[in-house]
């Protein structure tokens, strides 16, 4: 047998190692733990121990940049992993902007003008030609608050564009193309995101023998 020509392939990789190495234990994640899951008769047969299954450590990595984002989105950590960021940015749009609607505006130009209605009564009995210039100014009055009814949109715009990419930023920093941080994002990035004081941070909060998948938060108690 000419070992060189042939590969055992990902399913029976854990045999073939076993079989040329006696292993102990075994870490891996949920895909490994489904192959490994297949294998004991594959093991019983060639009269090889199977190793033990270790769950390989999970964890997402809350650094200051997320922190950030999410107290401006009144989130926890958890809340960014069970749910959809982009309804999320809408909700805090809506919550923070507070813009009115159309029927709001209108009722906040008829609140606005409604005194010189009793203006323009008075100036009947007072002087007529002063209906004149209270029509300009009831004129000038609603285009100024359709020039701040323009304003208050744009800026609502820009709120709404920075909450989409405020979560877009923090859908980046927790679940990275829309998976565990963990298969994306290496070390490296939040090491020159964070400095050293990183591996300080992560090594106070990390459990030695963590059982489920973690959430790290870098943020000094």
């Keep these: 047998m000419n070992p ?3 590969s055992p392939g990902v399913l029976l990789n854990p045999v073939a190692f076993a079989y040329a190495v006696p292993t102990v234990a075994y870490v891996g994640g949920p895909g490994e733990a489904a192959y490994h899951a297949q294998l004991p ?3 019983r047969a060639l009269f090889v121990r199977q190793p033990t299954f270790i769950p390989r450590a999970g964890a997402t990595i809350v650094n200051s940049v997320a922190e950030r984002l999410l107290g401006r989105f009144g989130l926890t950590p958890q809340q960014t992993l069970d749910q959809d960021l982009d309804r999320t940015a809408i909700a805090y749009q809506e919550r923070s902007a507070g813009m009115p609607n159309d029927q709001e505006w ?9 005194p010189l209605a009793r203006l323009e009564a008075l100036a009947q009995t007072v002087d007529a030609t002063l209906s004149g210039a209270i029509d300009k100014t009831r004129g000038n009055m609603i285009e100024h608050i359709g020039a ?10 820009r709120r709404e564009q920075a909450a989409a990419g405020d979560a877009a930023r923090l859908r980046a920093w927790l679940a990275p193309n829309g998976g565990p941080q963990e298969r994306s994002l290496s070390p490296f990035a939040f090491l020159f995101d964070e400095g050293l004081g990183f591996v300080m941070g992560l ?8 059982t489920d998948h973690l959430l790290l938060s870098l943020k000094p108690s």
């Design 41 to 43: 008769d594959i093991f």
């Design 203 to 210: 090594s106070d909060v990390i459990e030695p023998v963590p």
């Design 4 to 6: 060189p020509a042939f």
């Design 148 to 157: 701040l009814r323009q304003r208050f949109s744009k800026a609502v715009l």
């Design 106 to 114: 209108d009722a906040l130009v008829s609140e606005c003008i409604a």
